[in-house]
C-alpha cells in the first residue's frame, strides 16, 4: 500500500506563518514525518513560512515531492519524482 498526501497540510489559507503558525506546522509536520508516508505533495499552503521551513521539515525526513518548486538557479528543491518500491512491486 502506498501512502500519499496531496500537500496543503501546514497552513490555513491567507496565513502569515505567525510564530504560532510555524509551531503549529511543526507539529503537524513532526507528526506526519513519524507516519509512513511514501511522498507528500507541496502545496501552495505549505509555503508561507519559505522553503527553507519546507527545507528543515526535509532534512528530518519528510517526505516532500515537489516538481515546480526550483530555487535562484531553476533546479529542484524537492525530489521532483520517486520510484518506489513495495512488497516486490515497482
Known sequence: MLLLDAGNLLFKPDSMATVQERITATAI????GKL???AV????Y???AGIDFLRE???KGFPWLS???VDEDGLPVFEPFRKISKN???
Request: proline share 13%.
Open 57 to 59: 521539515t526535509g532534512a
Open 36 to 38: 509512513p508516508y511514501d
Open 88 to 90: 516486490g512491486l515497482t
Open 41 to 44: 505533495a507541496v502545496g501552495p
Open 67 to 69: 516538481a515546480n518548486v
Open 46 to 48: 505549505d509555503l508561507p
Open 29 to 32: 509536520a513532526g507528526i506526519y
